[in-house]
């Protein structure tokens, strides 16, 4: 038999938030009376609305670009907010009308109900740690373009470079001696690698930054301690702390599908029909663990580097890295003698990755 979901507040509220405006619905769960207003983004105007119904009260609102600042200032003035993950409210499949007023509306019914998913509200610090690796990433994505539009540039001219690895100081040297004789193409050519250096540079200064935070901050331990295990480097393994933030709340089992690594289904009587991964979730961090995944295929051979890490982790994490280290290296040899597609075979690894990443943060906690 259901049973309805014990409710602590009186007034449930639900907030359609934008940049320039705020449209709000209080229901009172006692007598059903509905309490609309549009306000501004103020966060005290807010606060001060909210104290005015009937209380308690409770707050939600849709997690999203406008950031967690009204949370955090709901909370400091006694007022419970959750803010709730977008892709697990529930609507009905045949409403087909959207407006700001019936969004909070929902929202409000669905606090009141019980049935709304948060997501977890990083501190200040979380967040900027968590804006230092975002914006890493996307001087990473800035970097690959810069150096995309370089090559093509060069490539429709027919200039190919055929003396090893490329973006090397030898690939830089040969890229300064290119000249053209066209004004155009060479200012063309100058900008952008000008642009492609300019990107160096600011990776570069974030990556002294993440470094330096990673060693006093926080993340610390877990940093030390996921560092225990191939292809986690400092970087990986800051970049993992802080988007998973609270492991606790995870399980072994459970990161997998928060970090969207595990397979869609579809199953209906005796079918059972799986597909690609859901790709839920973190995309920084599952990518951070596709990549990592990926070093696990070579014969395991710890080098200086990963020695270095071991020797400032503890005994404890050490071992269980280890442990990991050959499980994982153990299961890309499987799928290799089964010929199994190395896409699919390295995914099920950063899946189980996954787990591991998740024992070793909870390790010593």
């Known amino acids: 038999m259901w049973e309805a979901p014990a409710m602590n507040q009186r007034t449930s509220v639900g907030l359609d938030v934008h940049a320039r405006s705020v449209v709000a619905c209080g229901l009172d769960g006692q007598t059903g009376e509905l309490f609309e207003r549009r306000l501004t983004p103020d966060h005290g105007e807010i606060v001060g609305w909210s104290r005015s119904l009937p209380t308690p009260v409770a707050v939600t609102y849709e997690a999203g670009p406008t950031g967690f600042g009204l949370a955090r200032s709901l909370t400091a003035a006694g007022i419970e907010c959750l803010v709730a993950a977008p892709s697990k409210l529930q609507r009905p499949p045949g409403d087909r009308v959207k407006t700001d007023a019936r969004d909070a509306r929902h929202l409000a019914r669905l606090l009141h109900l019980g049935q709304i998913v948060e997501v977890a509200v990083p501190s200040v610090e979380q967040e900027a740690a968590r804006d230092l690796v975002r914006a890493r990433e996307d001087c990473r994505g800035d970097l690959m373009s810069a150096r995309h539009r370089v090559s093509k540039l060069l490539l429709r001219q027919g200039i190919v470079y055929y003396g090893g690895h490329a973006w090397t100081k030898v690939h830089d040297s040969w890229l300064r001696t290119q000249h053209f004789d066209a004004p155009g193409l060479q200012l063309a050519y100058e900008t952008a690698y000008d642009t492609m250096l300019a990107a160096v540079d600011r990776r570069d200064r974030l990556d002294v930054a993440i470094a330096a935070m990673a060693t006093d901050s926080d993340y610390t331990p877990v940093v030390t301690r996921l560092g225990c295990l191939r292809g986690v480097s400092t970087l990986t393994a800051f970049g993992l702390a802080v988007e998973i933030g609270d492991w606790q709340r995870l399980t072994g089992r459970s990161i997998g599908a928060y970090l969207g690594l595990v397979p869609t289904e579809h199953s209906s009587g005796t079918s059972r029909s799986q597909g690609s991964i859901t790709k839920t979730g973190n995309g920084h961090a599952r990518r951070l663990l596709v990549e990592?995944?990926?070093?696990?295929?070579?014969?395991?051979?710890?080098?200086?580097?990963?020695?270095?890490?071991?020797?400032?982790?503890?005994?404890?994490?050490?071992?269980?890295?280890?442990?990991?280290?050959?499980?994982?290296?153990?299961?890309?040899?499987?799928?290799?003698?089964?010929?199994?597609?190395?896409?699919?075979?390295?995914?099920?690894?950063?899946?189980?990755?996954?787990?591991?990443?998740?024992?070793?943060?909870?390790?010593?906690?």
């Open 292 to 365: 990592a995944a990926w070093h696990h295929r070579p014969r395991y051979r710890p080098g200086a580097e990963l020695r270095r890490r071991w020797e400032q982790a503890s005994p404890a994490a050490r071992a269980r890295g280890q442990q990991a280290n050959r499980r994982l290296h153990a299961r890309w040899a499987g799928f290799d003698v089964r010929n199994k597609r190395p896409a699919l075979a390295n995914t099920a690894i950063a899946r189980e990755l996954a787990g591991w990443c998740w024992s070793l943060a909870v390790l010593d906690t």
